[in-house]
């Protein structure tokens, strides 16, 4: 393969008990496609219910999955946001884009407005939930893409990786490693110069949300696509089955991308930034090796294009 490495992400969002059927069908239909990597974003606990409590059955399948191929993170804890949040606007100090976050922040942005010690208990009830299930994810995805210095600070000490909106964060193996031993023990504050951010162009995913937004988004859909770059993410939904103009829009874009990009997980890329070198064969998983600070910071803001 000449030129650069053309690739496509896909990240199928929101998957519990509640959403497991939709979430599988939506799964079969890109494996129909020829989509065979996805990354799976779990949330562990929505109702407060483990999910090996409420659905045998979705421990099991996300089993499968990942032993065929696909990755799988820990999407926050609830993906429901503190109530608490609107009344701390007046003394936010985060970015300008943060403090929009805060302003329009729906139900999901789940980890604004919680301190340190707030956000390490969350990250650490979920992951716990995950790991009493089975499942041991690497990776992190904060709902609505909402991070805060306390949440990346968490991630860097007990995860390889974890996906913004413009990038793709690597974190040192070694201090992961420890965090998945002894998760509730506080370990030692990370150097954020260990840390890698690998730049991705913002994913392209359908709203469902307003009117006018549910109406424009399969041409968006469509826009983003043609002027992705070498790598294309996409963020797909359960709610995404309920409109016949969204899945065609979808269509379009699996059709287009499918047949010329290598299907890959966020996994992968992570591992391929942090090791450079031939891409991954099918049926390998990506290992994670230490690796020397190149003295870049990769926690920076989140800011769309």
């Given at each position: 393969m000449t030129g650069a490495r053309r690739t496509l992400a896909v990240a199928l969002h929101d998957i519990e008990p509640a959403t497991f059927e939709r979430s599988a069908l939506i799964r079969?239909?890109?494996y129909d496609h020829g989509v065979n990597r996805v990354t799976l974003l779990?949330?562990?606990a929505r109702d407060l219910h483990p999910l090996a409590e409420r659905s045998p059955e979705m421990v099991s399948w996300l089993l499968e999955r990942e032993r065929t191929g696909d990755a799988i993170a820990q999407h926050g804890f609830q993906h429901l946001r503190s109530?608490?949040?609107?009344?701390?606007?007046?003394t936010w100090k985060g970015s300008p884009y943060q403090t929009l976050r805060v302003l329009r922040a729906d139900r999901e942005t789940e980890f604004v407005g919680l301190d340190a010690h707030e956000t390490h208990r969350a990250v650490d009830a979920g992951r716990r939930v995950l790991k009493l299930a089975g499942i041991e994810p690497r990776g992190f995805v904060a709902p609505g893409y909402a991070y805060t210095p306390e949440l990346r600070q968490t991630l860097g000490e007990r995860f390889h990786w974890w996906a913004g909106l413009l990038g793709l964060h690597s974190a040192s193996p070694h201090r992961a490693q420890i965090a998945a031993e002894e998760p509730l023990q506080a370990p030692e504050r990370t150097d954020l110069r260990s840390t890698r951010r690998n730049l991705l162009a913002p994913p392209i995913a359908l709203s469902s949300s307003g009117r006018l937004r549910s109406l424009l988004s399969p041409a968006l859909l469509r826009a983003g696509t043609l002027l992705s770059g070498a790598t294309l993410r996409l963020d797909l939904y359960p709610a995404d089955l309920d409109r016949p103009s969204h899945m065609l829009a979808l269509e379009w874009v699996l059709q287009r991308s499918a047949s010329t990009r290598e299907a890959v997980t966020y996994e992968e890329l992570a591992a391929c930034a942090a090791q450079p070198g031939p891409p991954l064969q099918p049926g390998?998983?990506?290992v994670f090796t230490p690796e020397k600070s190149d003295g870049l910071s990769g926690f920076t803001s989140e800011r769309p294009a």
């Open positions: 079969d239909w890109l779990v949330i562990p109530g608490r949040v609107r009344g701390q606007v007046g390998l998983r990506p």
